[in-house]
């Protein structure tokens, strides 16, 4: 298009002209600056560039970014999404639209929560939270595991299966919770601190999968993170991926990298376990074998030992040995009395006549002395009416009245035999004569 006929004395600009020289101003004046704003009718065209407006509530801005820039960007940007741009003010000459080229973006949001996020942990890290010293160790074989997650998650399936594939004999109770939005954290809280009151489990798992860090956002609130703090149950915190590390990850006594790794660290490998206990048993056998062998060898020595000491032998060999003494005996005793009798046999009769007229004599006197004894016996003094009194515990003889006393047991001793008596009274006279 020809350029306009000026007056004399205007300069007058053609649209094209008046354009370029007004992005030349805003490109040279302004310069690189910064706008936070939130994205608009985001657009991408088979050229790759992009096109979008920023706005706020009190104006919008056109924006585009070039494949080239665009291609380093860590996001595609999303509608409503506040972001951080960086770029050049300038202007589309072909209509005239002011215009934003953007050469960096950021996600503004995801820098809010992260500089949120750092001064959270440098805050509980000054207090402690994050110390090891109060890290717990976790149970080698828990009877009962308690998961805090979503119900319907992939982290809850991906758990059960890990769990039962590796130790299927504890027990899972699930403590259902929201796990991103503004309601997740305190439910979350509140699930650690039933679960650290009913005592319920051995060990907790605290589990999500993978997300933004809005949607990990939960796990990074300070009501969480004084949740774990003040629980009695060793928690390990399996949240998002393995890059993904929150405040939950730091106060939790141990993190895993993904819930699954979360499941695996909280109960033994089966598999491990029956074939550690295979061989254990395998050498406890061998173990006991070589025992009961040394155990059998030691008691066949000793029930030797015990034979060859055993008083039954060496009173068998005294017995034979004095059964030969006794034979040897028998003879020279039968050799002795035949040698004797031989020459006793003279004097035999001789000694028959003395023995019967001493056998006589004798018989005489004891025959004498017998009447003589009867006279004097105490039965004797019995059969005439007399009686023996002795005190029953013992028997010794009661020759005075002195010698017992009232209620003492008695026994009266009669010629036919003996009366039992308890002394209920006792007179006394003056001497054993009278």
């Known amino acids: 298009m020809d350029e306009p006929v000026a007056p004399s004395g205007r300069d007058v600009y053609s649209v094209g002209r008046l354009n370029r020289e007004a992005r030349m101003l805003l490109e040279s004046g302004l310069g690189v600056v910064w706008v936070q704003a939130e994205v608009s009718n985001f657009s991408r065209p088979a050229s790759g560039h992009w096109y979008f407006s920023l706005k706020d509530r009190d104006a919008q801005l056109r924006c585009a970014m070039f494949r080239q820039r665009n291609m380093l960007a860590r996001f595609t940007p999303r509608e409503g999404q506040l972001v951080l741009a960086r770029g050049r003010v300038s202007l589309y000459e072909p209509r005239g639209d002011y215009q934003l080229l953007i050469d960096q973006l950021e996600d503004a949001g995801a820098g809010a929560l992260q500089r949120a996020y750092e001064e959270l942990r440098a805050r509980l890290a000054a207090e402690g ?14 009877a009962r595991i308690g998961v805090i997650t979503s119900p319907t998650g992939a982290a809850i399936r991906d758990i059960l299966h890990v769990l039962a594939q590796r130790f299927p004999a504890a027990a899972v109770l699930i403590y259902p919770v929201p796990v991103q939005g503004v309601a997740a954290a305190p439910a979350i809280a509140a699930a650690l601190d039933l679960a650290s009151e009913r005592a319920e489990c051995d060990v907790l798992i605290l589990a999500r999968g993978g997300g933004s860090l809005e949607d990990l956002w939960a ?10 703090a003040r629980c009695t149950l060793p928690v390990v915190a399996g ?25 695996q660290l909280v109960v033994p490998d089966r598999r491990v376990w029956l074939q550690r206990l295979a061989q254990l048993a395998l050498r406890f056998g061998t173990a006991m074998r070589r025992k009961l062998a040394d155990d059998a060898a030691q008691l066949r020595a000793r029930h030797q030992r015990l034979q060859r000491a055993h008083p039954g032998a060496r009173l068998t060999q005294h017995a034979q040995r004095l059964d030969e003494l006794e034979l040897r005996l028998r003879r020279a005793l039968d050799a002795q009395l035949r040698a004797a009798a031989a020459s006793l046999q003279p004097l035999s009769g001789r000694l028959s006549a003395a023995w019967t007229r001493a056998l006589t004599a004798a018989g005489a006197r004891v025959e004498l002395a017998a009447r003589a004894l009867h006279t004097v016996s105490p039965l004797a003094t019995l059969d005439r009416g007399f009686a023996i009194v002795v005190h029953a515990a013992g028997g010794a003889l009661i020759r005075s009245a002195a010698d017992v006393s009232v209620g003492a047991d008695i026994e009266t001793r009669l010629a036919d035999g003996v009366l039992t008596a308890r002394v209920t009274g006792k007179r006394e006279s003056g001497g054993r004569g009278s």
């Open 129 to 142: 939270l994050f110390a090891i010293e109060r890290k717990r160790a976790l149970p080698v074989a828990p």
């Open 219 to 228: 796990f990074n609130d300070e009501r969480v993170a004084r949740a774990l």
């Open 239 to 263: 949240i998002g991926h393995e890059t993904d590390v929150t405040i939950a990850d730091f106060v939790a006594d141990v993190r895993a990298p993904t819930p699954t790794a979360a499941a």
